[in-house]
């Protein structure tokens, strides 16, 4: 009787999404040139809208499907996806009319899902044990200090090395919180094996996955090659990280909430 409710209330919930998306989909896709052969970029940037509207309606799905304490971080993936999902329609709008970078819409996604990323470890160490606001606080700061550097660089309001420097501290101050700050040691001394190995798997990604980013500035804004070519190369990388670290990273932490929540 509950569960069958539940699992109502779950269905709802994907059409719901589904719904909202589809006229979303339809507006921004009106109006727009036929994407071309020849436009990789163009290419990249539907696979990718695609991916991250499949993988919104499976994260929410899966959420009747883990324990109650579990359900918040799959909540989180499915909004990260959500949101970035609905901001690839409109930059996938402005790449196939202009061919120019979207700018604005890439940083108003990322301020809205990387400060969700960086939730998700709060949430996850919270799921089984105690831990400060510091932490949190400590996440955040590094993120913006990150995201705003890198903006001022790529909306050419400040010289686009100082401006990379500054999102490379910002990055750097989260490594730090997370493999050998507080959040790493309530992680090492603290939490369940299962959140342990989630734990460390996604600290990998924020050093690893999410070095593609920088790399993606440095081809798109310090090589010195021509604009045309730098453009592409930006969009392409930024798309692939987005890949990576936003239906990647909420993988992670489905598996872990569905191995947490099998066990008894
Ligand atoms: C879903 C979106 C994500 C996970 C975006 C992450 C973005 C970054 C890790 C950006 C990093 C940057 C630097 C480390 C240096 C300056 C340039 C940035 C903003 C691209």
Sequence with gaps: MITSLKSTVAKFGALLTLSLLTPTYAMAATGSPDLKSNDPVGVSFWVISMALVAATAFFFLEI??????????????????????????????????????????????????????????????????????????????????????????????????????????????????????????????????????????????????WAIYPLGYFLGYLTGAPAANSSNMLNIVYNLADFVNKIGFGVIIWQCAVSESDKK
């Design 64 to 209: 009747q499907r883990v324990a109650p304490k579990w359900k918040t971080s799959l909540t989180i993936s499915g909004l990260v996806t959500l949101v970035a999902a609905t901001h690839y329609f409109y930059m996938r709008d402005v790449w196939v009319t202009t061919q120019a970078t979207p700018t604005v819409f890439r940083y108003i996604d990322w301020l809205i899902t990387v400060p969700l990323l960086m939730v998700e470890f709060y949430i996850i160490l919270s799921a089984v044990t105690k831990v400060s606001g510091g932490v949190f606080w400590r996440l955040m700061i590094g993120t913006l200090v990150m995201l705003i550097g890198g903006y001022l660089g790529e909306a050419e309001l400040m010289g686009a090395w100082p401006a990379f420097a500054i999102g490379m501290a910002g990055w750097a101050y989260i490594i730090y919180e997370i493999y050998a700050g507080e959040a790493s040691k309530i992680n090492a001394e603290s939490a369940t094996p299962a959140v342990q190995s989630a734990f460390k798997l996604m600290r990998n990604i924020v050093l690893i996955g």
